[in-house]
């Protein structure tokens, strides 16, 4: 099942910019930062509080054909995302698929960190754009 | 500042079917629920893994004139509020006012289950409805 809540995704134009926002604004400092070029993202973690708890997870386009950018596109910076840990990715997202819900991946791709993750169809979720991540 | 992430709100049509899907595709279930009249609004707070982290809030519009129901017409049901919790919610609003984010109450409001809150006006935080949220 799921886990926890391991991060919640929002979309930014602009990385840098969100960085010093959030930190001057909200005192939430980035722990971790990446690109991820299959997916098209430049991406940065920001605990909250004592660290121990979910993370923000900033995401902005690396190029303009990426599904961020089209996300933004759509409906502008936000909230585009609510990830879950879970143990196995392969054996949760079975077990969508089981009950129909559709997975956007075949397999697990990388995600932050070495993770393996895939995602729930928001049209299947609610509207909600459901991350699973399986830790490095 | 920020202690930790209080709850992800997701904007719902209907509460209890949300709360069936909730259980029976994520094995997510319901810790608390209420109505709020002032706000218009029908919520459940849903515990994730062993309930020490962040809650789930389903929010459904209590009447058509609703904040909730009004988002869900423009952008349909999916994830519409991330809260933190906070030691001192005027405290915190009054800091951010400091900084010349617009706060969307003078005083604040009353909560789930007897909190005191506030919201940070989206446009002031890159498209995020931010709460903040002092516990009873
Ligand atoms: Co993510
Ligand atoms: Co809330």
Redo the contacts between chains.
């Keep these: ?5 391991d991060h ?1 995704g ?3 134009a602009d990385l840098d910019e ?1 960085l010093r ?1 959030y930190a ?5 400092h980035c722990v971790h930062q990446e690109t991820n070029e299959e997916q098209g993202v430049r991406e940065a973690m920001l605990a ?3 660290g121990s ?2 993370r923000l997870q900033l995401l902005a386009p690396a190029r303009p054909d990426s599904a961020i950018a089209k996300f933004i596109d759509r ?8 990830a ?1 840990t879970v143990a196995d990715v392969e054996t949760a997202a079975d077990a ?1 698929r089981a ?1 129909g ?1 559709r997975l956007l991946y075949d397999t697990p791709k990388r995600g932050t960190a070495g993770s393996r993750i895939n995602f729930v169809h ?1 049209k299947d ?4 754009l459901v991350e699973l991540v399986e830790p490095a």
């Design positions: 099942g799921l886990l926890k809540i919640v929002i979309a930014v969100a926002f001057e604004n909200f005192g939430l909250v509080g004592d708890g979910p409906s502008g910076p936000g909230l585009q995302q609510l879950y969508l009950r819900l928001p979720a609610g509207g909600v």
